[in-house]
Nanobody, 123 residues
Framework: QVQLVESGGGLVQPGGSLRLSCAASGSIFSIITMGWYRQAPGKQRELVADTTSRGSTNYADSVKGRFTISMDNAKNTVHLQMNSLVPEDTAVYYC?????????????????WGQGTLVTVSS
């Protein structure tokens, strides 16, 4: 069983910053990627950013240059530093971990999700 615990959401004014953190625990064999998705009211969940354990990162175009994702491999933790926030960043942010599990003689990739943390950007 794998658990993801998120922290760091809240209310911030436009132009402000927030830092989200997500810690993974449980039976983790190998992490493939950790990342953040978000879902705004009435919209589909979308990828914000993700990273491999080797530091290869991927960002949505809408957050490039404003958000930075980083991973602490020793602590199985991923952070999302969000700067220059705009109202359009308002959403529930979900931590995601894609990890390998051993099933018999095979390795399979599974997704784990956090419970979500609300980020509200408003004056």
């Amino acid at each position: 069983q794998v658990q993801l615990v998120e922290s760091g959401g809240g209310l911030v004014q436009p132009g402000g910053s927030l830092r989200l953190s997500c810690a993974a625990s449980g039976s983790i064999f190998s992490i493939i990627t950790m990342g953040w998705y978000r879902q705004a009211p009435g919209k589909q969940r979308e990828l914000v950013a993700d990273t491999t354990s080797r530091g290869s990162t991927n960002y949505a175009d809408s957050v490039k240059g404003r958000f930075t994702i980083s991973m602490d491999n020793a602590k199985n933790t991923v952070h999302l530093q969000m700067n220059s926030l705009v109202p359009e960043d308002t959403a529930v942010y979900y931590c995601n971990m894609n990890h390998a599990v051993v099933v018999g003689s095979e390795l399979r990739a599974l997704d784990a999700w956090g419970q979500g943390t609300l980020v509200t950007v408003s004056s």
